[in-house]
């Protein structure tokens, strides 16, 4: 039997509709979070994103099977919220704030947004290629993970823990036990299921991630992608936020030591619930940001396919509809210079 015979919905009333907000700025370590989540609640995460987004579906063929569940049938629920408003909204009561140095994450979230998978990496070929809207998304993207973090460190009045990702990967167990004991109001989880729970994901095989297994990389791979400039403009730009999380290479050697740090929570208000809101207006990025959801138009408009890491041609449908499009255009056009011609 795998974990996937194990797992359940909540049953009506189990959680008095509690649900906790799983955040994050893309690609630090979400769905990460929910695969652990799953593994020792061996309850269903949901996700306030359209189902049918291929993203989505890519997950759910990991089995994540609460893609687009926000009711009171899951407790913790996957959202980028404000970066990005869902379609369902929802109450939280209490939120995990998953954090990523910004230079994994936003070189992770560049390589999402050539891919459109979770898991596959860029050519390195493609960074050339691809130079010029490199240095554009980088620059935006530092601009909106300062947002993001701003507004849930700052504007927001339910407790909240901060989770780093590099913590999931380096410091797994511990991490999970400060969750719970978040999450459940103990002082200790000595003793209790949840530390057998805990004990019990941790000890069995595989990734011990649940079913989703995160892109390859290491902890600051990704520096090499980056200028001289382009690495000091993100350090001179994030300072406070980055020295605040751990992520300061000059004064806290990141990435080369990765301590654990201690326990950040963040207490809110007495019986506060947030609304995790669909209102467009409450989106932090720009309406006329080219690197947010516009990256699909981007990306559907290359006549020549992206190259992955292991050499293969991706989004080979997206290139031949571009390819088709541009002729059609091409022959609109000679119609229309033959029919000036004539008159």
């Excluded at 009711?71 to 959202?79: A, L, N, P, Q, R």
């Excluded at 980055?242 to 000059?250: A, E, H, Q, S, T």
């Excluded at 080369?256 to 207490?267: A, C, F, G, M, S």
């Excluded at 207006?281 to 890491?309: H, Q, W």
């Amino acid at each position: 039997m795998d974990d996937s015979d194990k797992m359940r919905w909540l049953q009506s009333g189990e959680r008095d509709g509690e649900r906790v907000a799983i955040v994050s700025y893309p690609r630090c370590g979400n769905s990460l979070m929910r695969g652990l989540l799953e593994k020792v609640t061996g309850v269903y995460t949901g996700c306030d994103t359209r189902p049918d987004r291929s993203l989505s579906k890519e997950l759910q063929k990991y089995g994540m099977k609460g893609e687009g569940v926000v009711d009171e049938s899951v407790w913790f629920v996957k959202t980028h919220f404000p970066e990005r408003v869902g379609y369902k909204e929802f109450p939280a009561s209490k939120a995990i704030l998953v954090v990523r140095n910004p230079w994994d994450a936003i070189d992770s979230y560049f390589n999402m947004t050539l891919t459109n998978t979770h898991n596959k990496s860029l050519h390195e070929s493609q960074y050339k290629r691809f130079a010029d809207r490199w240095d554009g998304l980088l620059r935006n993207e530092i601009d909106v993970w300062m947002k993001f973090h701003r507004y849930w460190t700052t504007k927001v009045d339910i407790p909240i823990i901060i989770v780093r990702y590099e913590d999931l990967i380096m410091h797994r167990e511990e991490t999970l036990r400060r969750v719970f004991l978040f999450l459940t109001d103990l002082t200790t989880l000595e003793g209790t299921e949840w530390e057998r729970r805990i004990h019990d994901a941790m000890s069995t095989s595989g990734e011990k991630a649940g079913p989703y297994k995160p892109r390859s990389g290491k902890i600051g791979g990704s520096f090499r992608h980056y200028s001289e400039e382009q690495f000091q403009y993100i350090l001179k730009t994030a300072n406070l936020p980055l020295r605040g999380f751990g992520y300061d290479p000059k004064t806290q050697n990141f990435p080369n030591e990765i301590l654990l740090p201690k326990r950040q929570v963040k207490p809110g208000k007495e019986c506060e619930k947030l609304l995790i809101s669909t209102d467009k207006e409450m989106e932090i990025r720009k309406k006329n940001d080219s690197y947010g959801r516009g990256s699909t138009y981007f990306r559907r408009a290359l006549t020549e396919p992206v190259i992955a890491n292991d050499g293969t041609e991706l989004n080979m449908d997206e290139v031949q509809a571009a390819k088709e499009r541009l002729l059609a255009k091409k022959e609109k056009a000679n119609d229309e210079a033959e029919s000036i011609r004539k008159i």
